[in-house]
């Protein structure tokens, strides 16, 4: 394992560090490969695409909140937020799941992304009902609302000291 590397998934001899590898390949082992990457192309394509804009989305969240400037940065990221938030609704539009009927591993990533905007400013998801009840519907899954509901579910903090 790199060093360094914080998330690390041991699972016999595999070692696996990356929260997305992670995912993936848990995944992989309990045969659920349309969960991951989609069963056709229609669903293949857009979880590909959303699964990179969610992470320059993240990437612009971490690096304002790691950057010292973080005060000068802040209304300059607020007000490309809306613009962020209605591409994700407009990928979504009135499916129920970012890739059509079925769940698949970008939408914990795109619940991740939304819920960290959504911390960073409440009312970011205020303009974006379909995005609003993604949440929730995320949310009301068996085994997300029992998680969230436990001991083990920590809101806070979302970044380490270091950031703003």
């Known amino acids: 394992m790199p060093p360094g590397w914080l998330l ?16 993936c390949y848990i995944a992989l082992k309990h045969s659920m490969c349309e969960w991951v990457w989609g069963q056709t192309e229609m669903e293949k394509i857009p979880i590909d695409i959303l699964e990179n804009q969610v992470m320059d989305t993240c990437m612009d969240l971490v690096m304002l909140c790691y950057n010292p400037d973080f005060e000068k940065l802040k209304s300059q990221y607020l007000e490309g937020l809306p613009d962020k938030m209605r591409l994700f609704s407009q990928f ?3 499916q129920l799941w970012f890739a059509g009927d079925k769940i698949t591993f970008v939408d914990f990533l795109a619940y991740d992304v939304l819920n960290l905007n959504s911390i960073f400013e409440p009312k970011c998801l205020d303009m974006f009902p379909h995005l609003k009840d993604f949440m929730a519907r995320f949310e009301d899954l068996n085994r997300i609302s029992a998680y969230i509901k436990s001991s083990h579910f920590l809101s806070r903090p979302i970044y380490t000291k270091q950031a703003m």
């Open 92 to 94: 979504l539009g009135k």
């Open 8 to 23: 690390c998934l041991i699972d016999g001899a595999h070692k696996i560090t990356q929260s997305n590898s992670i995912l």
